[in-house]
């Protein structure tokens, strides 16, 4: 049952049955492989290889696994089943270089297809990998274990490397940890069989070297992912013609602060693939947040036509038509935001403070209650809706709120503020000053 919903949740799973079917005939066959043996694991690996093929025919009736991939997630380009599997020959290859030699790892590859099986690269990349397979065959009877090594890499490898187009992104680094097991095994093998008694002290030397190495590219790699942006400017030296690594580069650079130099990101990114609708979006952001709001417009316009569904785009659309004055667009787009999405906190919130705008109160409040029932935490939703409360001149109400909010977060000088003024209108004018003063000495 685990390896059933195993084969749902995760595409590599669908290769145990035939993985138990390796280990068995490598390992456990002591007389001829059939079902006389009364094997358990044989006989429920052939279960499990019945249930996989069906439930590959039922995904595959959701969508055809062998359709070509549109493009997506800034590919300007879709990719075929025949250019996939092509190019996964050279893919291959790279990982087993990985292995190897781990440098120039890169964790968003700008990685050229294969069109043609007789181009060089890709047809001796093949070649290269038959050889491989070719000694996992001719060493089987005399070293079990390196061909069981090899035979695991390309079962385990099969799923995310073979005819199969699963996406534009033909190369993950992270698709070699299975498979990376039957290579370790491999060289386990090697040394087992070829240096154990004669070259051992070799063996060692050897070994020793290859850790060294490893201690030292690994630390060097841990700099790279200590933090998004080391990740993603090591990305952007090494793809730097990709549309997804500039834009999430231009998204490491607006959290720093640099909107400019954000922007100049999304512009690649658009240039290299203009129907792609992040970089739009969140151009838009870097727009408004330099309060250029007629071009954030035209950004989030182009990001809603592409992708209509967009609820993020019309929540962001709306907070710069409030900002730019346009209350009645801004809680159109909220309308919208919240149809797409009925638990958009952040919009419910927006929405509230744009009806407040307008003076109406009583929809600013019941706004702000769907969002606290969303997030019951959120400090800023009860001041806000504390302010709505004493707007209406229900300063009680006002009160309760500020106080939640001050429980929340005891640090909050603009609700000590708000809520001094509501003892003001109250009458309790000490109460009122001690808030004012507490409210000046956060500030």
């Not at 927006?350 to 307008?358: S, V």
Request: glycine letters at 6%; a positive charge; charged letters at 20%.
């Amino acid at each position: 049952m685990t390896a059933v919903l195993g084969m749902l949740t995760k595409e590599i799973v669908f290769t145990l049955p035939f993985a138990i079917l390796l280990y068995d005939y490598c390992f456990l066959k002591t007389v001829p492989w059939t079902l006389e043996r009364k094997d358990h694991s044989v006989i429920l690996s052939f279960i499990m290889l019945v249930i996989f093929i069906l439930l590959f025919f039922m995904l595959s009736s959701v969508r055809n696994p062998f359709d070509t991939v549109p493009p997506d997630q800034g590919y300007s380009y879709s990719i075929s089943m025949k250019e996939y599997f092509f190019t996964q020959f050279r893919v291959i290859l790279t990982y087993i270089r990985l292995f190897i030699l781990p440098i120039n790892q890169n964790l968003d590859y700008d990685y050229q297809i294969s069109t043609g099986f007789f181009q060089l690269k890709t047809f001796l990349s093949f070649s290269i990998l038959l050889g491989i397979l070719a000694a996992g065959i001719l060493l089987f009877k005399k070293y079990r274990l390196i061909s069981f090594g090899i035979f695991w890499f390309f079962l385990t490898m099969s799923v995310e490397s073979s005819i199969i187009p699963i996406s534009q992104n033909v190369i993950f680094e992270h698709r070699t940890y299975l498979p990376g097991f039957g290579f370790f095994l491999v060289l386990t093998g090697v040394f087992f069989y070829f240096f154990r008694e004669r070259y051992i002290r070799i063996a060692v030397i050897i070994l020793l070297i290859i850790a060294s190495i490893n201690t030292v590219l690994t630390y060097q790699r841990n700099e790279i992912w200590k933090s998004e942006y080391t990740l993603w400017s090591d990305c952007i030296k090494k793809s730097p013609d990709k549309a997804r690594t500039n834009n999430n580069f231009g998204l490491i650079l607006f959290g720093e602060g640099k909107i400019k130099e954000a922007i100049d990101h999304y512009n690649k990114a658009l240039s290299i693939t203009p129907y792609y609708v992040p970089p739009y979006y969140n151009r838009g952001n870097a727009y408004a947040e330099l309060g250029q709001y007629q071009l954030a417009f035209e950004d989030y316009n182009q990001a809603i036509r592409l992708q209509p569904d967009y609820a993020e785009a019309y929540y962001n659309r709306g907070s710069a038509y409030s900002k730019f004055g346009q209350n009645q667009l801004a809680i159109d787009d909220f309308n919208k935001a919240i149809a797409l999405n009925p638990n958009y906190t952040k919009a419910y919130n927006n929405r509230g403070i744009t009806y407040g705008k307008l003076g109406q109160y009583q929809s600013a409040i019941e706004n702000f209650n769907k969002a606290i029932s969303l997030d019951y935490n959120n400090t800023k939703l009860y001041n806000n809706r504390g302010f709505a409360y004493a707007k209406l001149g229900q300063y009680q109400l006002a009160i309760e709120d500020y106080n939640e909010a001050i429980r929340l977060k005891p640090d909050y000088a603009l609700a000590y503020n708000n809520r001094g003024f509501a003892y003001d209108k109250l009458g309790l004018h000490q109460r009122a000053i001690e808030d004012y003063e507490t409210a000046l000495g956060l500030k």
